[in-house]
């Protein structure tokens, strides 16, 4: 059965797409993670868990052998407790060092138990949460961008994070305290019931009295708890904004501005937590008061038991510790229960994006490309809209046919599709309409894979990543050598300035390679799609954020990369084209000419009122 892929929107145009910075992906992350996570009285979302868990099941089952063994320990210990207080002092004491030497054993097992069960169980949360966290990672970067300009990147983020940190905290901590305290409250209630029958009868009739005050009180905290991670998750939203923008923010001279929104909203949560903190004080009072109140009650009546004979003084101390741990598991089942509640509407938001399904995928039995590549590209026909906005197609019936080793150069006004195309060639979307090939063959019948195998794109933006300048570059090639690598980067113009850096090709070049300018990162993207030796060559804009001289020396390195590579160039700049051997004018979404420099601008269309304009600019 074939799964239905959701409907994404998306914007009309590539650029609208753009992804946050820095700043504003904290605030996203923040403003989700402020968020109140949704609770689920079902808790059917976590059986989804259940084949991370049977990849694993040896060591769930040594984990679930030694959890029975920690709790029949623990509770063996009012069993010995017992014996040494009503066996240990008979016979003027003869007997009290084996009992306690029995008790001490007893300890030793518990322990020890405990500490294997603790190994297994969270080495079992923590390989399933490894596999959960890898199998997310990987359906996300299999997912097409429609479906990231539907979800924003930090609710993405979100899911990876702060839900998966959920389920790890169930899997690792409260699921072994769950089943621990639940094991622990039957085996304490049947051996609460064997020692005395008539004060277990009292503790149950007792119970709801000492328990709802906790209930009533606990939920106002839990509300007050929530109103104050809200308050506190917009004051550091806030403060990642403005650090993220700290230029603008000291050159318009709103520091003192931003200090007193972000004191302001600082102290409304303070506000808050003081409201929670004197809510919680009441509730620890009268929870001290009633519970320990209903324990006096309960010692009292033992205690005449005992005084009578119908009660030994083991049998009490027995009861009292087999009450403690009673109590105790009761207490501690509701708070791990709402760990479930919260784990369960995690795992629910994690499996939402398990079960996307993406638009683009490999067909049954994909066609292959042909061997050696050939680097012939072609469009026929083309219309397209991008997913949510069907009423402003991008392209309008474009054609476009690009032979091998041809250079080929795509100018408009913005708006008019170019990049559009370069979206369609990668294969990032499908055409409504009419077909895109790639050395003959129709992408939509090949591996996506392998389509994009043929290509090497330097896009406007030339986003890098926060490893070293050798790191970058080899992400066009993965086993490019570092000869490969530096020679690259010397086509691209770039060796003198990584050289130049503390620790050359080894740098650190810092969160989206902040450290160095923007026409040092557009030459390090030069670097990376040369290195990727694929044999069409796709430059959107590829020089913009470069000055006049270093315009000129990448150009020419540009120009000696595209000898023997099919060749597709987006530019603004209409010098930067001059040298294409075909020009193909654009608007809106159709190609309305086509010809050399010289052809095109002897028509006087179009091509040449851009022309005009910008070399009188000049």
Known sequence: ??????????????????????????VEQMGEAGERRQKRKDIRPLLRLWPYLMQHRMDALIAG????????????????????????????????????????????????????????????????????????????????????????TGEVLSRLTTDIALVETLLTTSVSFALRNFLTLIGGIILLFIVSPKLTALVLLTAPVLIAPIFLFGRSVRKLTVRSQDRFANAVGFAGESVDAIETVQAFGRVRSAVDRFGAVVEEAFGVSLMRMRTRAWMTAVVIVVIFGGVTLVLWLGAQDVVRGAMTPGALLQFVLL???????????????????KASGAMERIDELMKSVPYIQAPAAPVALPSPPEGRVGMAGVKFAYPGRPDLPALKGFDLTVRPGETVALVGPSGAGKSTVFRLLLRFYDPQEGAVSVDGVDVRQADPVEVRGRFAWVSQEA???????????????????????????????????????????????????????????????????????????????????????????????????????????IAHRLATVLR???????????????????ELVARGGLYARLAELQFREG
Not at 323 to 341: I, R
Not at 581 to 598: N, S
């Open 463 to 569: 986003p890098l990543f926060s490893g070293s300048a050798l790191e970058n570059i080899r992400f066009g090639r993965e086993e490019a050598s570092e000869d490969e690598v530096c020679a690259a980067a010397n086509e691209a113009q770039a060796l003198s300035f990584v050289e130049a850096l503390p620790e050359g090709f080894a740098t650190p070049l810092g969160e989206r390679g902040k450290s160095l300018s923007g026409g040092q990162r557009q030459r390090l993207a030069i670097a990376r799609a040369l290195v990727r030796d694929a044999p069409i060559l796709l430059l959107d804009e590829a020089t913009s954020a470069l000055d006049a001289e270093n315009e000129r020396l990448v150009q020419a390195a540009l120009d000696q990369a595209m000898e023997g590579r099919t060749t597709l160039v």
């Open 580 to 598: 294409a051997d075909r020009i193909v004018v654009m608007e809106d979404g159709v190609a309305v000419e086509e010809g050399t420099h010289h």
């Open 323 to 341: 009450s403690v741990f009673t109590a105790g598991a009761v207490g501690a089942l509701g708070e791990s229960w709402g760990d479930v509640q």
């Open 1 to 26: 059965m074939t799964a239905t892929p959701p409907t994404y929107e998306a914007p009309s145009t590539p650029e609208a797409a753009g992804r946050p910075g820095a700043g504003a992906l904290l």
């Open 65 to 152: 052998f030694w959890l029975l063994g920690s709790t029949a320990a623990s509770l063996a210990l009012t069993a010995t407790a017992r014996g040494a207080i009503d066996h240990g002092f008979e016979n003027g004491g003869r007997d009290i060092n084996r009992w306690f030497l029995i008790l001490g054993l007893n300890a030793v097992i518990l322990g020890v138990a405990t500490a294997v069960r603790y190994f297994y169980v969270t080495k079992t949360g923590e390989r399933m949460i490894a596999d959960l966290r890898k199998a997310l990672f990987d359906r996300i970067l299999t997912l097409d961008p429609s479906f990231f300009a539907k979800m924003r």
